[in-house]
């Protein structure tokens, strides 16, 4: 009994740090967030800051999963961590020496992003190294409830902070976080996964044989192929429209930045009840069947929040918790899918592909979708995305590689 729960003490490690790095760095987005709303009120201007925070992991995800599955996964998250604190240490010093910008803030976030797109490939990549894989699900569970807790906790604290503190000061929070999931890692042991090597002698052959080899472990799986296709596809309609609740708040239903907070923290308590039920004994479900769901209750509530009048914001408050109820078990069922159909030497580089591959697409529409809700009215950009989510759910459940791909699950279950 002793020997099946010595990976429960690393976990607890790692999610004691990254409890207080997520909590810090989503203070310091939230803080953004409602200073770039109230001072620029535009929706293209949320567009852009979103678009900067993912930009470079488009361009390095597809590359950064080899190397992370080269190197030494601990390591790679340390000196991702650390490197993140730098470049806010760093915007913290220009901030002192001049006027703070919008352009500073998009420069911030996107060389941040460049961490990130180390860090949570090898976070995701370590975690069937360290759980047993009858225990990835409630592992995904309690991971989501970190970040629900934050999310709770999070917006709250930076309505206080943003009124009360310069910008700059809020920052000093992201470094103080990463510092902390620094030391937690520390303390623990990750094994590192056999490497499938190359025999090309050539460098750039070698890291081109690699990618292609996680490409191929997906593509050799249609039914995983497919899902991971309509992943993408989804994307095109939740990443744009993440990004605009704050002004869905402010402007449609003329609230303020406490309202502001509320709704950040009814997503947040939904994602916690997610994690929470995706924790318990009994939350046993076919993966496959349980995503398609959830694209159309997250869509719906999307439709819904368009459709309400401009008195409706506590139904809007709702909605928005019933959907993080589904985005924490549509995004914990979808990296337990990954997790448990493909081996952990290639976790690292299929994460990263997949990051990048959402990417595409959610960039795009974030520039068409700033422009249609500054244009045509949020509340219309709401009742489209949804319809795209309802959409997606029902063909992924009807295509027969995806059917085919559940019937597999379920067995692989009994």
Not at 77 to 82: F, G, L, V, W
Not at 160 to 174: E, G, K, N, P, R
Not at 252 to 257: E, L, M, P, S
Not at 335 to 348: A, D, M, R
Request: glycine share 6%.
């Amino acid at each position: 009994m002793k020997e099946s729960n010595s990976w429960v003490k690393p976990f607890i490690l790692i999610w004691s740090g990254q409890l207080l790095s997520t909590l810090s760095s989503q203070i310091v987005t939230f803080s953004i967030i409602f200073w770039l709303s109230i001072k620029m009120n535009s929706a293209e201007v949320l567009a852009l800051s979103t678009l900067s925070s993912m930009l470079p992991g488009l361009i390095l995800g597809f590359f950064t999963g080899v190397l992370v599955d080269r190197w030494d996964r601990k390591r790679t998250m340390i000196i991702a961590d650390i490197y993140i604190a730098l470049v806010t240490l760093a915007v913290i010093i220009v901030i002192m020496e001049s006027e703070v910008s919008t352009a500073l803030l998009y420069a911030m976030l996107a060389l941040r992003s460049i961490g990130t797109s180390f860090h949570t490939p090898a976070m995701e990549a370590s975690v069937p190294l360290l759980a047993p894989q009858d225990k990835l699900m409630k592992v995904a569970g309690v991971d989501n409830m970190i970040f629900s807790i934050s999310t709770i906790a999070s917006p709250a604290i930076a309505a206080v902070m943003i009124s009360a503190l310069d910008i700059s000061m809020v920052l000093w929070f992201d470094i103080i976080g990463a510092l902390i999931a620094c030391t937690t890692l520390l303390f623990v042991h990750i094994p590192s996964p056999e490497r499938v090597r190359s025999e090309h002698k050539g460098e750039f052959r070698k890291f081109y044989e690699e990618l292609l080899h996680g490409v191929r472990e997906v593509i050799a799986r249609p039914g995983l192929l497919w899902m991971f296709i309509f992943t993408v596809f989804a994307s095109f309609a939740m990443v744009p429209v993440s990004a605009l609740f704050p002004l869905m708040t402010l402007n449609h239903f003329a609230g303020n930045t406490y309202m502001m907070s509320v709704t950040e923290i009814a997503w947040g308590a939904g994602m916690l009840a997610g994690g929470a039920l995706m924790s318990m004994k009994w939350f046993e479900f076919n993966n496959v069947k349980l995503i398609n769901t959830m694209y159309v209750i997250i869509g719906a509530t999307y439709s819904l929040s368009g459709l309400l009048p401009s008195n409706g914001y506590a139904l809007f408050a709702i909605l928005t918790a019933l959907g993080g109820v589904a985005g924490a078990i549509f995004f914990g069922a979808f990296t337990v899918l990954l997790q448990s159909n493909l081996g952990s030497e290639v976790l690292g580089r299929v994460f990263s592909i997949h990051n990048s591959f959402i990417m595409i697409p959610a960039m795009l529409s974030l520039v068409i979708t700033g422009y249609l809700a500054d244009n045509i009215g949020l509340e219309y950009t709401f009742i489209i995305s949804g319809l795209v989510l309802i959409a997606t759910g029902f063909l992924s459940s009807l295509l027969p590689a995806v059917k085919s791909f559940a019937k597999l699950q379920q067995l692989s279950k009994n």
